[in-house]
């Protein structure tokens, strides 16, 4: 029976203990998500290489396998200043720390130690995936005039597919309305402290993240991360920023972006420290721009290299 590519229902929840399933409902921990791509089965193959006394191929053997999944999700808050928005515990699995301020913000940052699990069950029309031990990593896109998003990417342990109805109830209740990228929502927006006239960017947190299976171990793990960028922007006289300098000088400055006006509806994103490493002229609309990528470097602590926070 054919089955309908659409008909796609995405749970994830914080799995407290490795190798414990922590069991997502549609109540409570269903993800709206778009662009879902879901390879459910990741084979790592040995190939034999035996002499032998006729031609042929030797044959070889499955040594591991794990699941990845990869989807995006819109940027936006929960609607009340200090609540976690609904995608909390996806960015938690991408090595960020959570931090709650009562009324006040909900903040997300890098760390290097304690990373936490996600459980995953992915219906496709009536096939039931779960994947358990999920860790992953994720990018942010603001492109000018559409729906900034979060790109993620997990990887888990391969649980057998299994054929379920999709489930009722799903509540995305928690997924608020996006604000478009533009002028009137963006309240914000500097690169090295200039007010550029920005027409995307992207910021990436690059996580490095491993399956490793060997005797007494299986699991994944995040080993490092190099957080890079990409943006356009149009081109200005040198009066206002000299960036040709800037590239060639490796100087660092600071991108800060705050979208959105009212409490509770309002994300902002802070790197402190990024370094424009090349500049290339782009036409947009008749109009030249500066495409440059980015390197984001630590504030001199763990965790300061991109902090994003909801308010």
């Known amino acids: 029976m054919a089955k309908a590519?659409?008909?796609?229902?995405?749970?994830?929840?914080?799995?407290?203990?490795?190798?414990?399933?922590?069991?997502?409902?549609?109540?409570?921990?269903?993800?709206?998500?778009?662009?879902p791509k879901v390879n459910p089965l990741n084979v790592n193959i040995v190939k034999r290489n035996n002499v032998m006394a006729w031609m042929g191929n030797p044959g070889s053997v499955v040594a591991s396998n794990?699941?990845?999944i990869?989807?995006?999700?819109?940027?936006?808050?929960?609607?009340?200043?200090?609540?976690?928005p609904k995608d909390g515990p996806l960015m938690r699995g991408c090595a960020m720390g959570e931090t709650l301020v009562a009324?006040?913000?909900?903040?997300?940052?890098?760390?290097?130690t304690a990373h936490e699990f996600l459980s995953f069950y992915y219906w496709l029309d009536g096939l039931k995936h779960i994947f358990t031990d999920a860790k992953?990593?994720?990018?942010?896109?603001?492109?000018?005039?559409?729906?900034?998003v979060k790109k993620y990417k997990f990887w888990g342990l391969y649980v057998s597919i299994t054929?379920?109805?999709?489930?009722?109830?799903?509540?995305?209740?928690?997924?608020?309305?996006?604000?478009?990228?533009?002028?009137?929502?963006?309240?914000t927006f500097t690169l090295h402290g200039i007010a550029v006239k920005v027409k995307s960017l992207t910021l990436d947190l690059a996580n490095q993240?491993?399956?490793?299976?060997?005797p007494n171990f299986e699991g994944i793990q995040i080993i490092n991360r190099m957080p890079v960028g990409n943006i356009v922007y149009e081109v200005d006289?040198?009066?206002?920023?000299?960036?040709?300098?800037?590239?060639?000088?490796?100087?660092?400055?600071a991108i800060a972006v705050v979208h959105g006006a009212t409490a509770g509806f309002i994300v902002a994103q802070d790197a402190p420290k990024v370094q424009l490493t090349s500049l290339d002229y782009t036409p947009d609309q008749g109009i030249a721009h500066c495409t440059s990528s980015l390197n984001l470097q630590p504030n001199n602590a763990v965790g300061t290299e991109l902090v994003t926070t909801y308010r």
């Open 5 to 35: 590519s659409r008909n796609v229902i995405l749970l994830a929840k914080i799995q407290p203990t490795p190798g414990t399933d922590s069991v997502p409902t549609p109540a409570a921990n269903a993800i709206l998500c778009s662009e």
């Open 66 to 68: 794990y699941a990845t």
């Open 70 to 84: 990869e989807f995006e999700v819109e940027m936006q808050s929960s609607g009340t200043a200090g609540t976690a």
């Open 103 to 112: 009324l006040t913000s909900a903040a997300y940052a890098p760390v290097d």
């Open 136 to 148: 992953g990593t994720v990018s942010y896109e603001w492109n000018a005039q559409g729906i900034a």
């Open 163 to 187: 054929d379920v109805a999709n489930p009722s109830g799903s509540d995305y209740s928690g997924f608020k309305d996006p604000l478009p990228f533009n002028k009137l929502n963006t309240t």
């Open 209 to 214: 993240v491993e399956h490793i299976n060997k």
């Open 237 to 253: 006289a040198i009066s206002v920023k000299d960036w040709y300098t800037v590239v060639k000088a490796g100087t660092l400055g």
